[in-house]
């Protein structure tokens, strides 16, 4: 994705709107808040990915000649506003929270702070990249979460949805918590461990199984990994796949890892049966992986069956987040700048979970001082400061009735939103991928076991200060006052 | 997508075995299938697409230095194999089925004649490929036939799933057809038309609803849609609309093309009033778009209960095709070349209908002479010839006792599978995005209307020739003989 230029990938509209605003001399500073209002995947709380590719897509952001040439082939922007483009980037600040970490619904996970026309452009692409990423990293971590420490590989880049979802998709599945994927690209750009063994046409290519296992066995001493279900698993595959293990040792070549994968059938009984027949020939160190149409549900269901499998090859349902395969991130504008304030702004909507929260805010992150544990979180406005030295009074925003009181010193709080742009200059640099990965545990471990249940799991709030709440109050009474 | 290498783009293990086949000097001419099982989204039918992609990506396979040093850095493959990666290029034979075509379950839609490294190598970007755009070329045309013949515009850039998911994927929505994009990228790059009017952020950046819509007015004096729900759509927005309207009229400034877009809310409902309100201020000839979360399903439903809506906008569940977000096409060993001869290759499987079909094949399409819609496929062997003025005799490979008897000349037959590349050449001119989504119109046309309806429709039978079932019947007998 690096190498392309992404300046074009925008929505019509973004362009037909800058138009507007040039045309207009409107070039304000506003806020666009970056937020989703359901977790996805029945999910506790989301993994907010796709950073660096934001930065990087900012960074390039060029209007080439022939993206010049061809806006103005569609005869409906004028000279004075493509010289304009000639000459754009960005000059606006970008706040954001850091990738892999745990987030929830309605808070900003990312803000420009920009002239209007530069913050319309960028819209398109930041929702693209953060969306999908978020959503994938989201479902990674809930599968991961599934195998209850089992190592989980990222399998699925034949089924993704094009090139990138498979290589950014991969990325994403990493941070939140694969060890690695089967997309040799994406181990290459993103540095990740690249894994995988063989398929069944290795198998179909000689006469019979048990010379293809005997080849690829000879090959790869290391870590010999055969595919059993080929033909018939428990008839042919696990006895061929024993007969070569016996041959290794007995020619004293055992390799360090081996073991089988299975990729189709009944896994539960399965790798109860395959775990037997290896361990009845000695074999209590071979491992068995297995792969076939798996999620969440299925391996948490499988586990509680007593499956008897070590390792995880997880595909389709993963990279597509099959069962949830959009994560509803949208971009609104929060407020405006005149002279020095911001004057907040919202969209309305019947459903008041749909009301926009106005202004130029910010996001604190309470913790329980004992447990180390997410309390909820705060969103406040920007110019708000507080500490945890004085008592603290949240409410849900809505339901206004329910309250929690937390005595001074019982509770941490930590700002989410750093600066990644100020003035159009980068000031972040992204941690790699396995560093975020590691972070990405972390902060899981900040959850309580309640929030990461995969059915019905508990919330964690995410309340406003009294300021910003009455803000929000006052627009809406003075909006419907006016009609 | 074009500029990218994406040689790498392929699962770790097609290079293991590669390598495998490498040094046990494997090169015969194999040939494998690309095919589906299950039609995706309960379709009767899907919609191949992306062989334009594959071509591209075919003919630029090339291992650049700094992919050579990056599998080196892994230590697992020798010197030896490295070089021969140095020169790799395809030098086998492509057949495909050309995009847009309406085609069914287990039939190749891609058949790769190559030596085993080449053909194991393409294996996994050719399925993402495929798998992507057919996933989301079919989506579209479900929604283009429950839209009745109003047009869809394709809005889903901001929840694909990444870069190119928006962009390859508008252009299969468009194959599929659509009408346009909002994806300006994609409308650049296949040459789409590019389609959009304003957002929410727009009325918002002005101090009340009124002006926005007139200074909108203003400059998109040809096409003036407005957004009227971004604070009450029967209250402001389609009343403000309508002021400025009126403005036009007056002032002898009517635009060409102009209404509303309803973007929330019961959009039956909405749409009706609105409708009434336009009409009765004389606004007869307004459009009205419809956005928010649409799919095949709400909009066959809205028509139902008589909206009043002349052209769709669908974003998110297009765009992941989101009930059913992968097509799962596989890429099956068929047959090794030993001397002049195709030796079929099977892989076993306990269910039915994951046996696969053994040989080198192509395909033929029986079309009703007197309708010209489609009777039947008959996937036979590569060297059989069938002519349209004898009898065929067409049987149901798992229910053989479900016979049909074509009389001669009451039917006619066509080749699916074209030649792509033949000896590593390119041989195949891909048309333009929009001509390909002309063909897909009419290829459409070829399927009864019961094989269109969007729930439980009617199946197509895709049959084997006997020469072809006696191949894959024997092949069953002679493996359970051997166990």
């Given at each position: 994705m690096g190498k392309q230029n992404l300046t074009l990938l925008t929505d019509f509209y973004e362009l037909t709107m800058m138009q507007g605003y040039f045309n207009n001399n409107m070039n304000e500073i506003v806020v666009f808040d970056v937020f989703y209002r359901d977790n996805p995947c029945n999910s506790g709380y989301a993994i907010c990915a796709g950073l660096e590719q934001v930065i990087e897509y900012v960074k390039n952001l060029r209007f080439k000649d022939d993206d010049i040439e061809y806006l103005r082939s569609l005869k409906i922007f004028d000279e004075n506003f493509l010289n304009y483009l000639k000459n754009f980037h960005f000059t606006g600040d970008i706040y954001a929270i850091p990738e892999g970490t745990v987030v929830f619904p309605m808070e900003p996970l990312l803000k420009v702070v920009a002239p209007i026309m530069e913050a319309q452009l960028i819209e398109t692409a930041i929702l693209n990249i953060i969306n999908h990423q978020s959503l994938i990293a989201t479902k990674a971590s809930r599968v991961v979460y599934a195998a209850s420490g089992a190592p989980v590989m990222e399998f699925g880049l034949r089924r993704a949805q094009g090139p990138d979802a498979g290589t950014l998709g991969a990325r994403a599945a990493v941070i939140g918590g694969c060890i690695g994927t089967s997309n040799v690209l994406s181990a290459k750009l993103y540095d990740l461990p690249a894994l995988g063994t063989h398929a069944h046409s290795w198998i179909m290519s000689f006469d019979d199984e048990l010379t293809a296992f005997r080849k690829y066995a000879e090959l790869y001493p290391l870590n010999t990994t055969l595919l059993v279900d080929t033909y018939d698993t428990l008839r042919t595959g696990v006895p061929n796949a024993i007969k070569v293990f016996k041959e290794l040792r007995d020619s004293g070549k055992m390799p360090e890892k081996y073991g089988i994968r299975l990729d189709s059938g009944d896994l539960a009984y399965l790798?109860?049966?395959?775990?037997?027949?290896?361990?009845?020939?000695?074999?209590?160190?071979?491992?068995?992986?297995?792969?076939?149409?798996?999620?969440?549900?299925?391996?948490?269901?499988?586990?509680?069956?007593?499956?008897?499998?070590?390792?995880?090859?997880?595909?389709?349902?993963?990279?597509?987040?099959?069962?949830?395969?959009?994560?509803?991130?949208?971009?609104?504008?929060?407020?405006?700048?005149?002279?020095?304030?911001?004057?907040?702004?919202?969209?309305?909507?019947?459903?008041?979970?749909?009301?926009?929260?106005?202004?130029?805010?910010?996001?604190?992150?309470?913790?329980?001082?004992?447990?180390?544990?997410?309390?909820?979180?705060?969103?406040?406005?920007?110019?708000?400061?507080?500490?945890?030295?004085?008592?603290?009074?949240?409410?849900?925003?809505?339901?206004?009735?329910?309250?929690?009181?937390?005595?001074?010193?019982?509770?941490?709080?930590?700002?989410?939103?750093?600066?990644?742009?100020?003035?159009?200059?980068?000031?972040?640099?992204?941690?790699?991928?396995?560093?975020?990965?590691?972070?990405?545990?972390?902060?899981?471990?900040?959850?309580?076991?309640?929030?990461?249940?995969?059915?019905?799991?508990?919330?964690?709030?995410?309340?406003?200060?009294?300021?910003?709440?009455?803000?929000?109050?006052?627009?809406?009474?003075?909006?419907?006052?006016?009609?």
């Open positions: 790798s109860k049966m395959a775990r037997k027949m290896l361990d009845e020939a000695g074999f209590t160190d071979a491992t068995i992986t297995a792969s076939s149409d798996l999620d969440e549900y299925v391996i948490e269901s499988l586990i509680a069956q007593d499956a008897k499998i070590d390792s995880w090859g997880v595909g389709t349902k993963l990279i597509t987040s099959k069962d949830c395969p959009s994560f509803g991130g949208v971009y609104k504008l929060s407020a405006i700048k005149k002279g020095d304030k911001f004057i907040p702004r919202m969209k309305l909507s019947e459903n008041q979970w749909k009301i926009t929260n106005p202004g130029n805010k910010k996001i604190y992150r309470i913790y329980e001082k004992d447990s180390g544990k997410v309390k909820a979180d705060l969103i406040t406005l920007h110019d708000e400061h507080f500490t945890s030295d004085k008592p603290l009074l949240l409410f849900d925003p809505i339901a206004t009735w329910k309250k929690t009181y937390l005595k001074p010193n019982t509770y941490t709080l930590r700002e989410l939103l750093v600066p990644i742009f100020i003035n159009g200059k980068c000031v972040y640099t992204s941690p790699s991928v396995m560093e975020i990965r590691d972070y990405c545990a972390k902060e899981q471990d900040t959850l309580w076991d309640e929030c990461r249940r995969l059915t019905n799991p508990h919330n964690v709030y995410v309340d406003l200060s009294s300021k910003l709440y009455q803000i929000k109050t006052d627009l809406l009474n003075e909006y419907y006052a006016s009609l």
